[in-house]
């Protein structure tokens, strides 16, 4: 796999990093200068010194916000440009397959009673999730892992999500920027409490008169009280410090009610600068596919969520202020902060609440197409599959798994043409991925991404399987009855619709030979008349003798050996398995036969 442009990217980033950096610690240093500068003027200042002392302690305070936005806007590149580092590497590791210790894996998804997710790796340790996984917002999250679990989508959808996913595939640059930015959004549910907080357009104050008493009173009071004191008219400063106070008692007065109406929107502030970039990202893109441009109308048709945005980080960045208790008892004193910040919150929800949760969940559906046109760049060979609903067909060629390392990976072609196959063979010979190939290509073909393999053709199909099959002692099931529960709900599922396939690993495995047997017949008889399409392994190769319907039959795994190793070449042949391995298996362990 060439990784030569995620490693120019790389380089890039490392030397634009590299001049940041400087220039970070030189605003510092500037900085330092500025408050050791405010500090001694400020001290002649107050010793009461001449006017020219008191210009230039406000000259410098002027000095040192500025030096302090310019380096704030110099680590946010620092910031961006650390991420998108991080996010090449970790595309690099994806194509090596050293993407198992990413830390976000989905276990919080994991559920061993679905249909197919716990049986094809979709969530946990080594699971699709954590390899695909771009999304860091808790709604991109959520909406991923739900794509994946419920993948069962109309053509046109399925054909939307197609375009859109290549035409992301085509612009990693925005995909990039767009996974960095979402680093800085809120990951945790808490932005639940934030999209319920910005939709709520309830005034804080209905009195339209007091409003505008509160909002143009320090308007003249700031003014009045910084000519007094900059020009030292002592004559006015008993008046001046009675607007003062006058100022301070009504912010006392309303504290309870203003601390009611800004928690919503005051610990969470800082979470909601990435969606800003985002929006952004988004305004600023030319898209051709109609789900992006869709999305994109969401956005901007009318009322602008960059704008809106933009304007709601600056009333953030007001209520901030609060982190800084000498500076927000001097701004609430002089201008009636909490009362300004209230005012303008309340206009904003009042201009865009109604639109907020259409807005968030754009953002969502741009992550997960985003982490399905990953596999474009990480996986050696990739198609778009077709979906063709009008036979229960599926065809695959050099269908791969796409969890396996591009090295390692083992690709088969095959068909199934209104079938169930029977799949055989010996211990390790590849049945079991086999199956779980076919399960986790329909489940990204379902959802408009590539699939691995050279071409793929389904139609849209429930999924449902048994496979990884465990006792429960606490509830006293044993191995056998657990498969039984299994095998039970894809029967009944069959009974609900034909449009379905399973995919059942090694059938009765827990039982006798002989109940096995009959087991593995009454399912496939059942499931047969149902007309459901669907995969069955075995060792038993009793259970091969079963295809006497012609639409029952038989493929399977060999294995070959040399200098008394056990080969396999993991390649699908049809036809019943002829070999067995266990023998040799428990020479090899050391066990005597």
Known sequence: MNTNIFEQRIDKSKATLSSLQKKFNLLGNLKLACALGIFSFGYYSLKGGPIYNNIMFAVLIGAFIILSIWQSKAKKQINYFTDIIEINGQ????????????????????????DFTYDLDIFGK???????????????????????????????????????????????????????????????????????????????????????????????????????????LDSLKIVANLFLVAQLIIWAIGSTKINAYLKGISHYSMKLSGYKELFKLIQQSNFESEKLKSIQETLFQGISAFDAFNDLEKIAQKISARGNALVYLVLNVLLLWDYECCTNMESWKGKYSKYIRAWFDTVSEI??????????????????????NTKMDIEGSSLGHPLINN????????????????????????????????????????????????????????????????????????????????????????????????????????????????????????????????????HDLEICNLDTDKRIINYHFKEGYQNGKIIFDYKLKEGVSKTTNGKQLMKMVGITV
């Open 407 to 538: 090295e390692k990976r083992i690709s088969n072609s095959f068909s199934m043409k209104d079938q169930i196959l029977i799949v055989s063979g010996s211990n390790m010979s590849g049945k079991t991925t086999f199956l779980r190939t076919i399960g986790i290509n329909l489940v990204l073909a379902y959802n408009g991404s590539v699939i691995c393999g050279a071409a793929f053709k389904a139609p849209v199909l429930d999924i449902i399987s048994s496979m990884r099959v465990s006792d429960d002692l606490g509830e006293g099931i044993s191995t056998f009855y657990a498969e039984l529960l299994k095998i039970k709900r894809i029967v009944n599922h069959s009974k609900d619709t034909k449009e379905m396939i399973f995919l059942i690993d090694e059938i009765f495995r827990g039982t006798n030979s002989e109940d096995r047997l009959y087991g593995a017949r009454t399912v496939l008889q059942d499931l047969n008349h149902r007309e459901a399409i669907g995969l069955i392994t075995t």
């Open 126 to 232: 080594k699971s699709l999730f954590q390899f695909i996984n771009t999304a860091h917002t808790y709604l991109g999250r959520k909406k991923l892992a739900d794509k994946l679990s419920s993948p069962k989508f109309a053509t046109e959808q399925i054909f939307e999500n197609q375009q859109a996913t290549k035409e992301l595939s085509s612009k990693l640059g925005f995909c990039q920027d767009f996974e960095s930015y979402s680093k800085t959004s809120s990951s945790g549910d808490s932005v639940l409490k934030v999209i319920d907080y910005l939709n709520d357009s309830k005034p804080f104050y209905s009195n339209k008169a007091l409003k505008t008493i509160l909002h143009f009173m320090p308007a003249a009071v700031a003014p009045f009280v910084f000519c007094v004191y900059i020009f030292n």
């Open 367 to 388: 992550e997960t197409l985003i982490s399905f046109s990953v596999l474009s760049h990480v996986l050696n060979e990739t198609s778009y599959p077709t979906i063709d």
């Open 91 to 114: 595309y690099i590791k994806r194509a090596l397959g050293e993407w198992a210790e990413f830390k976000d894996n989905g276990e919080e998804f994991i559920n061993k009673g679905h």
